[in-house]
């Protein structure tokens, strides 16, 4: 029987749990943020802090660097140019830049590639990954139920393959 591994590999990825109005950003592959604002807003009479850090608004291009993994918070007070409030608020981005890592052990053996096996036996799978998109289990080429990050799998000398397909949100 083998087991194979299928993480999904990616590069540095930023999502927006909210895209609208007057503010936007966009992503790049390198961990920063290009925001964009409304034409209605007023750079000078405006607020946004990222981790707890103003950011200057003066320049034409504004950028925010992304380096710490997880979940961070971008907070904002839009205002006019006769200092009215157009919008505030918080966007939460996160940066995911490690790919699930999937354990497969029997007993008290972590099984690496192949497992001998002379009549059947149970796998215990193991998924680290805090933002899990979805999980795809395959035993020869039958796929299998699972929606946990840890279950186990009965095989037999009968079954070839066990293949698991982890995704995160970073995979597109």
């Not at 790919?99 to 009549?119: A, H, R």
Request: glycine fraction near 4%; proline fraction near 1%.
């Amino acid at each position: 029987m083998i087991v194979s591994l299928q993480d999904v590999e990616y590069t540095d990825f930023i999502y927006w749990q909210e895209t609208e109005s007057f503010i936007n950003g966009v992503a790049s592959a390198t961990g920063n943020v290009e925001l964009f604002f409304d034409e209605k807003v007023d750079r000078d009479s405006s607020l946004v802090i990222y981790d707890g850090k103003e950011i200057d608004l003066n320049q034409e291009h504004t950028f925010i660097d992304i380096q710490k993994e997880g979940i961070t918070q971008l907070v904002f007070i839009l205002k006019d140019i006769d200092g009215y409030a157009l919008q505030e608020g918080e966007k939460t981005i996160l940066l995911d830049t490690t790919m699930p890592d999937i354990v497969f052990d029997t007993g008290n053996q972590n099984i690496i590639d192949v497992l001998p096996l002379e009549d059947k036996e149970t796998i215990h799978v193991k998924i680290f990954e805090q933002n899990l998109k979805s999980i795809e289990v395959y035993l020869d080429d039958e796929q299998m139920d699972f929606d946990v990050l840890e279950f186990d799998v009965d095989v037999t000398s009968k079954h070839q393959s066990l293949r698991i397909i982890c995704t995160d949100i970073a995979q597109k």
